[in-house]
């Protein structure tokens, strides 16, 4: 997590010492401006950020839990399908497409 050093309202009533050659109040006082506005966007950005993030965090822990609590080997209506199963239906499946064209060769 970040540190941060400033607030925006540190930075709105921030005030600095005049000399005689020093720099132009208004010219400062416009960027100090800019950088509120960037600073608040960071903020909103930010927060946003961490809304979607804890949002995502949440689906992956449901998702992890349906995974976990599902037997492995098992399908969406609980029979148990093995690799045999899969290669014996591929087979069938050639057999009734390409029909004659399989025993040909």
């Given at each position: 997590?970040?540190?941060?050093?400033?607030?925006?309202?540190?930075?709105?009533?921030?005030?600095?010492?005049?000399?005689?050659?020093?720099?132009?109040?208004?010219?400062?006082?416009?960027?100090?401006?800019?950088?509120?506005?960037?600073?608040?966007?960071?903020?909103?950005?930010?927060?946003?950020?961490?809304?979607?993030n804890?949002?995502?965090?949440d689906?992956?822990?449901?998702?992890?839990?349906?995974?976990?609590?599902?037997?492995?080997?098992?399908?969406?209506?609980?029979?148990?399908?093995?690799?045999?199963?899969?290669?014996?239906?591929?087979?069938?499946?050639?057999?009734?497409?390409?029909?004659?064209?399989?025993?040909?060769?």
């Amino acid at each position: 997590m970040m540190n941060r050093e400033l607030t925006q309202k540190e930075i709105v009533e921030k005030d600095f010492k005049t000399t005689m050659r020093g720099y132009n109040q208004t010219e400062v006082d416009e960027f100090l401006d800019v950088v509120i506005r960037d600073y608040e966007s960071f903020q909103s950005e930010i927060s946003q950020l961490k809304s979607e993030n804890d949002r995502l965090m949440d689906k992956l822990d449901e998702f992890s839990k349906q995974v976990a609590a599902k037997p492995q080997g098992q399908n969406s209506n609980g029979s148990s399908v093995t690799n045999f199963d899969i290669l014996k239906r591929l087979s069938n499946l050639e057999r009734h497409v390409f029909g004659s064209k399989l025993d040909d060769e």
